[in-house]
């Protein structure tokens, strides 16, 4: 597809999990060429998130749907960066790249001689980025940091919950996927910097801080009033009412907001404007702020009377914004997103045919191929002989003596050990783990073991 926007850059994606596969996911459907590098030492956490037990010959690595939707459009190759084969590859692989992509703790890229530094020394137009929890400096940089943590030490988790309930974390990991588009947006002003200026740059992105700017209006009222906010639940501080109502049905639920006094005008008009809703304590945001039980309740009285779609199109045609809450197979059936195309069947020959959500659901009318065409996600090392044989120049021999000394494979290393091996590794684990005082080994050992399948 030629026409597509970012056809000629390349990506080097070292990072795991979400917040750096979703920003390179972008990329390659917009027609990047992403060579995604795991190694099978370690290979992407996300492939062992397989929810049926499989089979080692049914290759359970390369059936995980989260690595599947996240890594869709990708080269894949495996590395043994801890090793300087492995480094000097990627290092060739630089010199040809456009963009060097992680999200590991700060003590780690440097650790393995991969620093900026070192990659500008060998393209100097390089740029990185680095999606480390806590950025790259500061008394919190070498801390490590998964999504539930980051939500909670920037202060989102403080203002998510019910009233008077305990703080909590958004059901996915909020700092993870704004990460991974935040981070998109900054590396196409990166490659726009450098066509200008043909400088590369080093972007250092901490998903706290990052989260903590989505909260300017508590931060802002706490310096400028000294107020602190407190969890509100579904409501909203200056909307009323604003919020989730149970509907007809199994677990049907309704969200509406009236933002201002003339939808509470069009509300009165859906619900049949009943005698309670003409109380002149309700026609200002602040007599409805001052009584959001009572409104609830009686706006609660009337959706249960309806599924909730059928809600939703009746306070729509009056006025009022509203949806309905969709689970997981009504958003696939959902009509509007349908006409949208947002889901494509993708057929991945380990799973077969399955859709998949666009990460790019906006449409260009430039570029209509953008995002439409999705190749599978590349299994454990698929694209080896591709990338370090054709691209690289290296010889069947050479590859040969990259896989026996296991730099470069196919299958993790995990996989092709025994029970005995197993053990021996678990048991070095917990032994570590108790000198750490990090857990009670004597019920972690029985659930390994278990896991494992070596009881």
């Known amino acids: 597809m030629a026409s597509l926007p970012l056809r000629g850059v390349r990506i080097i994606d070292v990072s795991i999990y979400i917040a750096g596969p979703l920003c390179t996911r972008i990329f390659a459907d917009l027609g990047a060429e992403v060579i995604k590098v795991e190694a099978i030492q370690r290979p992407e956490p ?13 290759q359970p690595w390369n059936r995980s749907g989260y690595f599947i939707r996240l890594n869709m459009n990708k080269y894949g190759i495996t590395l043994d960066l ?64 998964f999504g539930y943590c980051l939500e909670y030490s920037c202060g989102l988790a403080y203002l998510s919950g019910h009233p008077g309930g305990p703080p909590g974390k958004q059901a996915l990991s909020f700092t993870d996927p704004w990460a991974g588009i935040l981070a998109a947006g900054l590396l196409v002003d990166a490659l726009h910097y450098r066509r200008r200026t043909g400088k590369g740059q080093y972007i250092d992105l901490s998903q706290r801080d990052m989260a903590a700017g ?35 049905g199994d677990r049907q639920w309704v969200a509406l907001a009236v933002t201002n006094d003339d939808q509470w005008v069009a509300l009165r008009k859906a619900l049949g404007d009943p005698e309670w809703a003409r109380d002149p304590r ?21 959706t249960l009377e309806r599924d909730h779609y059928t809600a939703m199109h009746e306070l729509q045609a009056a006025g009022v914004p509203a949806g309905p809450i969709l689970n997981a197979k009504e958003v696939l059936l959902e009509p509007h997103l349908r006409e949208r195309r947002l889901f ?112």
């Open 46 to 58: 996300t492939r062992s998130l397989v929810i049926a037990e499989n089979d080692p010959q049914d």
């Open 344 to 455: 494509q069947i993708v057929d991945n020959p380990r799973i077969g045919r399955r859709p998949y959500a666009r990460q790019t659901p906006g449409w260009y009318s430039a570029w209509p191929e953008a995002g439409t065409a999705p190749k599978p996600a590349p299994d454990l090392g698929q694209h080896n002989e591709l990338i370090l044989g054709e691209m690289l120049g290296l010889g069947e021999e050479e590859l040969a003596n990259l896989a026996e000394q296991g730099i470069i494979g196919t299958v993790p290393i995990v996989a092709a050990m025994s029970p005995e091996q197993l053990r021996s590794i678990l048991e070095r684990r917990i032994e570590l783990s108790m000198k750490l005082g990090r857990i009670d080994a004597r019920e972690t050992e029985a659930e390994y073991k278990h896991a494992l399948g070596i009881d």
């Open 214 to 248: 989505f909260l300017g209006e508590a931060l802002l009222d706490y310096v400028m009033n000294g107020r602190v906010w407190n969890r509100i639940g579904n409501r909203h501080p200056s909307m009323a009412p604003h919020g989730q109502y149970r509907c007809k």
């Open 282 to 302: 309700f026609a200002t945001v602040h007599g409805r702020l001052a009584n959001q039980d009572y409104i609830d309740e009686h706006i609660q009285e009337w």
């Open 82 to 145: 801890t090793r300087p084969q492995g480094t000097d590859l990627l290092k060739r692989l630089v010199k040809t790249a456009d963009v060097f992509i992680e999200n590991f703790n700060p003590r780690v890229i440097p650790s393995l001689g991969l620093s900026y530094e070192v990659l500008k020394e060998i393209k100097p137009d390089i740029i990185m980025a680095s999606l480390s929890g806590y950025g790259q400096n500061g008394p919190w940089a070498n801390w490590s940091a």
